[in-house]
């Protein structure tokens, strides 16, 4: 069954970087994950703070506002789909991620299987 892990940052530096997260764990990680044979697809994503966000009303009009805007401190930082047997594999992988340290968090959501 595949899963998306969400990765959101708990804060972020003065560069745009998620704190606490070195990179050589992220290249370790990732390499983990690869050799596994579970990866789907993954991405990070540039730039933490640079966020569009676009709204539809009921009369069509477009609002473009930037962003990003959680409610909370947390910034989207990236994600892995990745394809395990069960929701208790997918929760062990989340958990070895870099991104789910030092305030970060790491989102676990079945991907919908319309085919089945």
Do not use: Q
Request: charged share 25%; with cysteine.
């Amino acid at each position: 069954m595949k899963y998306l892990l969400l990765i959101n940052a708990g804060a972020v530096d003065e560069n745009g970087a998620a704190e606490g997260c070195d990179v050589t764990e992220w290249m370790a990680y990732d390499k983990e994950v690869r050799e596994a044979g579970i990866l789907v697809s993954g991405e990070s994503l540039a730039d933490l703070v640079a966020a569009t966000r676009v709204r539809v009303g009921r009369d069509g009009e477009r609002i473009v506002t930037d962003g990003p805007f959680a409610e909370t401190r947390e910034v989207l930082g990236g994600f892995y789909v990745i394809d395990v047997p069960d929701l208790d594999v997918a929760i062990d992988w989340a958990a070895r991620c870099p991104g789910a340290r030092g305030g970060g968090s790491v989102v676990v959501r079945p991907v919908a299987d319309f085919g089945a």
